[in-house]
DNA sequence: CTCCAGTTTCAGTAAGTACTGAAAGAATGC
DNA sequence: GCATTCTTTCAGTACTTACTGAAACTGGAG
C-alpha cells in the first residue's frame, strides 16, 4: 500500500500535510485546465496526480487520493495508457499493477500533439481539399468557378488550408524532436526575433 | 436578405447547391473541431460560415442557415465578438447588423492564442509557482525540504514549470506578429532542421 | 478444478452543457 | 407619445458527457 510506503519515508506530519496539500493544489488546476482545453478533468486530474507524486501507483492509490470509482480509475488510466503519456508497471513479486506518468514533459507534450495532430487536424485538412475539390474549374466549369460567390469561397478555403499546412509543419518539427528539438527551436525563436 | 443578395449574382442552381454543399461540409468540420478543443460547436459552425461565405450576414441569415434559435444566435455571436474574431457592421440605411469574420487566419490565430494563454495558462503557471513556494525551504525548512518524496515534487513543478515558460515565450512571438511573425518562424524553422 | 486478488465492462444515473422560445428591452421612425 | 423592427436575456428543457457500482472476467495459486 501507499501508506505503508509513505511510512518509510521520515516526513514530520506536519510537512506530510504540507506536501499534500501542494499537490492536491496542483492536481486541481491541471484538472482544470486540461477541461478547457477538451480533455476530461478525471484524467487530467490523475495524470496531474501520476506526474506530481513522482512514485508508481497502483489503482486504489489513485481512486482513494482522488475520491473516484473503480471503474472510472480503470478507463481513465487505459486511456491514459492509450495517449502513450502513462505506463504500466508490474512490480516483481506484486499482484497488482502500478501506473507511472512520463518524466519528461517535452515528451509528453510530444505525444499529445502528435496524438491530436492526427485525430483532429489531419481530417480538417483534408475536408477543405475535398471542399476546394469541389469547387474547382474542373468540377464546376470555368464559368461557374470564376463567379463571384464561389472566388470568395475559394480564396477563404485557400487561405485556412494554407495556414494549416504551416501549423502542420511546425508540429512535426516538434513531435520527435521532443526536448531537444523544442529547446532549439526556441533558441532560434529568441535569438531571431 | 441575403436571398435578394444571391439573386444579384448569376450562380446557376447547380452551382449555387455546389457551392452551397461544400460550405456546409467545411462548416460542419470546422465545428467538430472546435467541440475537440473546448470551443463549443455551434459557435465554431457561425465563425465558419462567416470565415467561408466572406460576405456579412445578419442573424436571421445565420439562424436561417445553420438551423439554430434567435437566442443562440445572439449569445454566440457576442462571444466571437468578444473574441475580437468577428466584427459587427452597420450596413448604412439597413436596421440591422451585420457580422462578418476576420479575413486573416494568422490574425485570427494571433487573438485566439493570447486570450487563451492569458485564460488558461497564465493561471496554470501562477499556481504551479505558488505549488514550489509552497515546498520551498524558507516555508518547510531545510531538513524538510531535503525529505525523498518533497524532493520529487519539486522537480516535477520546476520541470512543468520550465515547460510552460518556454512555450509562453512562443506564443509570446506569434501574439502581436501575427502573419509576419509567424511566417518568419516558418521560414527560421525549416532551415534550421 | 476452485478460490481469490485484481481488473474491466457497462447499464443506469448524475452532472453538466447547450439550446429554445417567449418575454423584456433598445432603437428608430412616425 | 405609440408602433415597428431588431436584439438580448433567461427560465426551462433537451441533450451530452462523465461517473458509479455491481457483475463479469482474468490469471495465478493451491
Redesign the pocket.
Known amino acids: 500500500m501507499a501508506v505503508a510506503e509513505a511510512d518509510r519515508t521520515n516526513l514530520s506530519p506536519a510537512v506530510a500535510t504540507q506536501l499534500r496539500t501542494a499537490q492536491d493544489l496542483f492536481i486541481r488546476r491541471w484538472g482544470e485546465m486540461g477541461?478547457t482545453w477538451?480533455?476530461?478533468?478525471?484524467?487530467a486530474?490523475i495524470h496531474a496526480l501520476l506526474y506530481v507524486v513522482a512514485e508508481p501507483l497502483?489503482?486504489?492509490d489513485v481512486?482513494e487520493r482522488l475520491?473516484?470509482?473503480?471503474?472510472?480509475?480503470?478507463?481513465?488510466?487505459?486511456a491514459l495508457?492509450d495517449w502513450g503519456i502513462v505506463r504500466?508497471l508490474h512490480k516483481l513479486g506484486?499482484?497488482?499493477?502500478?501506473f507511472e506518468s512520463l518524466t519528461d514533459v517535452w515528451d509528453m507534450f510530444s505525444l499529445i500533439t502528435a496524438e491530436r495532430k492526427r485525430r483532429e487536424m489531419d481530417p480538417v485538412l483534408e475536408t477543405i481539399r475535398e471542399c476546394r475539390r469541389m469547387l474547382d474549374e474542373k468540377t464546376i466549369g470555368k464559368q461557374a468557378a470564376r463567379g463571384r460567390e464561389v472566388q470568395l469561397t475559394r480564396e477563404r478555403l485557400a487561405g485556412m488550408e494554407e495556414f494549416m499546412e504551416v501549423t502542420n509543419k511546425i508540429f512535426q518539427q516538434f513531435i520527435g524532436n521532443a526536448r531537444s528539438g523544442l529547446t532549439r527551436v526556441v533558441r532560434v525563436l529568441l535569438k531571431a526575433f
Open positions: 477541461q477538451g480533455i476530461n478533468r478525471t484524467m486530474e497502483c489503482m486504489d481512486m475520491h473516484i470509482s473503480r471503474g472510472n480509475s480503470s478507463m481513465s488510466l487505459r495508457c504500466r506484486e499482484r497488482r499493477e502500478f
